[in-house]
């Protein structure tokens, strides 16, 4: 038989308990190529390095911005 909570939870006292959530910002790192702060285990969106060596080429943003336009007419 699995061990089940006796009595309902009330909202104060969940809500007691999620008053500390606000306290973590979550993870953070700081790239190595251009010192900014980035998520941790992500190609750095500054630069697009990720572990030394270029991952995505940020110089050319027309690449997968420009895609979102084509969408727009459509009326789905
Ligand atoms: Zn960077």
Redesign the pocket.
Same mark, same amino acid.
């Given at each position: 038989m699995a061990p089940l909570p006796k009595k309902k939870h009330s909202r104060a006292r969940k809500g007691g308990r999620a008053a500390h959530h606000f306290l973590s910002k979550g993870a953070l790192s700081v =790239? $190595? $190529? =251009?010192?900014?702060v980035?998520l941790p285990h992500r190609v =750095?969106p500054? =630069?697009?390095?990720y572990k030394g060596r270029s991952v995505v080429d940020v110089q050319d943003p027309g690449v997968q911005v420009a895609e979102t336009d084509e969408h727009a007419g459509h009326n789905h």
């Amino acid at each position: 038989m699995a061990p089940l909570p006796k009595k309902k939870h009330s909202r104060a006292r969940k809500g007691g308990r999620a008053a500390h959530h606000f306290l973590s910002k979550g993870a953070l790192s700081v =790239c $190595q $190529q =251009c010192r900014s702060v980035k998520l941790p285990h992500r190609v =750095c969106p500054t =630069c697009g390095y990720y572990k030394g060596r270029s991952v995505v080429d940020v110089q050319d943003p027309g690449v997968q911005v420009a895609e979102t336009d084509e969408h727009a007419g459509h009326n789905h």
